[in-house]
Nanobody
Framework: VQLQAYGGGLVQAGGSLRLSCAAS????????MGWYRQAPGKQRELVAS???????TYADSGKGRFTISRDNAKNTVYLQMDTLKPEDTAVYLC??????????????WGQGTQVTVSS
């Protein structure tokens, strides 16, 4: 299973970015998909997650500014980030909790995409 994330970049404070992450490979069903982030010297933290029914969870830091969504047919999760702040600067990693075609449960991580917000 591979998760390919893209969409990061450099943006000014107040700007927007949209991250995408597509899962591919031996996938029967994806249960949860989510975005995490890790800033230098800090622990990895959850940004937002979404289950297969579309129920979402957000960290307080992103509530009202970030929107997570997914396309189950494409095994893809998106993160729309608006009103970005310098403290949002981090590597953003996507995660998927899934079942393979042999019904093994896996937790898989993407390689991360850098988001840098300038003040």
């Amino acid at each position: 299973v591979q998760l390919q994330a893209y969409g990061g970049g450099l943006v000014q404070a107040g700007g927007s970015l949209r991250l995408s992450c597509a899962a591919s490979g031996d996938i029967f069903r994806i249960v949860d998909m989510g975005w995490y982030r890790q800033a230098p010297g800090k622990q990895r933290e959850l940004v937002a997650s979404i289950n297969s029914a579309g129920s979402t969870t957000y960290a307080d830091s992103g509530k009202g500014r970030f929107t997570i969504s997914r396309d189950n047919a494409k095994n893809t999760v998106y993160l729309q980030m608006d009103t970005l702040k310098p403290e949002d600067t981090a590597v953003y990693l996507c995660n998927a909790d899934l079942f393979t075609n042999r019904l093994q449960r896996l937790n898989s991580w993407g390689q991360g995409t850098q988001v840098t917000v300038s003040s």
